[in-house]
T-cell receptor, first 109, second 118 residues
Framework: AQRVTQPEKLLSVFKGAPVELKCNYSYSGSPELFWYVQYSRQRLQLLLRHISRESIKGFTADLNKGETSFHLKKPFAQEEDSAMYYCALRANTGNQFYFGTGTSLTVIP | GAGVSQSPRYKVAKRGQDVALRCDPISGHVSLFWYQQALGQGPEFLTYFQNEAQLDKSGLPSDRFFAERPEGSVSTLKIQRTQQEDSAVYLC????????????????FGPGTRLTVT
């Protein structure tokens, strides 16, 4: 069963425009949600996690348990934000992570 | 310090051959994960080690897949009698903490090994 859904494979926005990358999940219990990013020719790295309630590189994500969503947002996109973004869920067992299929973000100058 | 390293970075195997993929985690990291990432997909969990113990292998797709971490550091993922559907990028990730810990933690990913089965 698909646990993490990222409905957009590709997303293009203009520089300075707001950006929202959607993530919905399906899981009973209290999962942890993460966003990972992969810049061109770099390895996958953690961007942010819901439990920290932090803002990294201007990105924020709020866990909405009612809508089972964890959308990633940034008010003003920058060219350096162009990358592949993966939403991930950590299961209650702790050691299993489920990733979405990813959204490729392109910020147009 | 050095991050997670994987070797080889690229591997081409003929169908039916056995392959071995190596992962060197960050020194001192307790947890080690293997993932399979098919083209256009996100990483899919294969297996998890806590030190030398393989605590979860539920994601291994068949008994042709075998992973080990005998001394709690370097890990090897072996695929026997490779099939075309095994073609993917194999990612290794490590973490300082045990996965069962209540607090959140960060996984550090390696660059991956791209396996192509012809």
């Amino acid at each position: 069963a698909q646990r993490v859904t990222q409905p957009e494979k590709l997303l293009s926005v203009f520089k300075g425009a707001p950006v929202e990358l959607k993530c919905n999940y399906s899981y009973s219990g209290s999962p942890e949600l993460f966003w990972y990013v992969q810049y061109s020719r770099q390895r996958l790295q953690l961007l942010l996690r819901h439990i920290s309630r932090e803002s990294i590189k201007g990105f924020t994500a709020d866990l909405n348990k009612g809508e089972t969503s964890f959308h990633l947002k940034k008010p003003f996109a920058q060219e350096e934000d162009s990358a592949m973004y993966y939403c991930a869920l950590r299961a209650n067992t702790g050691n299993q992570f489920y990733f979405g299929t990813g959204t490729s973000l392109t910020v147009i100058p | 310090g050095a991050g997670v390293s994987q070797s080889p970075r690229y591997k081409v195997a003929k169908r039916g051959q056995d392959v071995a993929l190596r992962c060197d985690p960050i020194s001192g990291h307790v947890s080690l994960f293997w993932y399979q990432q098919a083209l256009g997909q996100g990483p899919e969990f294969l297996t998890y080690f806590q030190n030398e113990a393989q605590l979860d292998k539920s994601g291994l797709p068949s008994d042709r897949f075998f992973a080990e971490r005998p001394e709690g550091s370097v890990s090897t993922l072996k695929i026997q009698r490779t099939q075309q559907e095994d073609s993917a990028v194999y990612l290794c990730a490590s973490s300082f903490y045990e996965a069962s810990g209540a607090s959140s933690y960060e996984q550090y990913f390696g660059p991956g090994t791209r396996l192509t089965v012809t």
